[in-house]
């Protein structure tokens, strides 16, 4: 598992020039190579550190129109890891170890159990503040209420750390697979920042992009 969130304000280096957006067939060609190079590094990862885990990865494309620049990873039925980007993503990629350092983002959100993790943060929430409504005395519509407010913010109590820790070791993934995660992190100067808000699911980009410099460096990259 790659390093926490950092203490104190984080201090990137400038991030490097990612160049300009790729035409619609050079990025179809670099999501291709990415995907043969970025999914057996992720695959041999989560064989090494998981236990009787699903490591085989289904990289898909996110066709729906209206679709913003977004990656995710999700369970298709069968419990297979699935990771998708969409076509605005594919659209604004500057170069492939962008798409490379997503796909390493994304397959650690797996390796990492964090969907489970994410469940039972959801699971406890939603029963402490049902007990604790059902303690004052609250009505059943209110009590259903209540559960579903403490399963929304048990599900975010940790979504920060997921999320530097996934940067961490996607960072590890992407080098791995032979591409620049530091430069692939360059993506995030194009993300409106979403600071540091209360219960936010995601944390400032400029940390995000400090903790992929950092581990980085400590894989010796340089």
């Not at 997921?162 to 100067?189: H, N």
């Amino acid at each position: 598992m790659g390093p926490g969130p950092m203490s104190g304000p984080a201090m990137p280096s400038p991030a490097p020039d990612p160049g300009p957006l790729l035409t619609p067939a050079d990025a179809a060609r670099a999501f291709s190579d990415v995907v043969a190079r970025v999914e057996p590094v992720a695959e041999q990862l989560c064989l090494q550190r998981t236990r009787n885990v699903p490591c085989d990865f289904q990289i898909v494309v996110d066709g729906r129109p209206g679709q913003q620049a977004n990656a995710y990873q999700t369970l298709d039925p069968q419990g297979r890891p699935v990771v998708a980007l969409t076509l605005a993503l594919l659209d604004d990629a500057r170069n492939a170890d962008e798409l490379a350092f997503v796909l390493g983002h994304e397959t650690s959100h797996h390796i990492l159990g964090h969907i489970p993790r994410q469940q039972e943060s959801a699971m406890t929430g939603a029963m402490l503040a049902g007990v604790l409504a059902q303690m004052g005395g609250a009505a059943p519509e209110t009590i259903r209420s209540v559960q579903q407010m403490g399963a929304s913010m048990g599900a975010r109590t940790f979504s920060k750390d997921f999320e530097l820790e996934a940067d961490a070791l996607g960072t590890e993934i992407t080098l791995l697979s032979g591409y620049d995660p530091v430069r692939g992190a360059a993506f995030f100067t194009r993300l409106p920042d979403p600071g540091d808000t209360f219960l936010g699911s995601h944390p400032p980009n400029g940390q995000r992009i400090a903790i992929v410099q950092r581990r980085a460096a400590e894989l010796g990259y340089y």
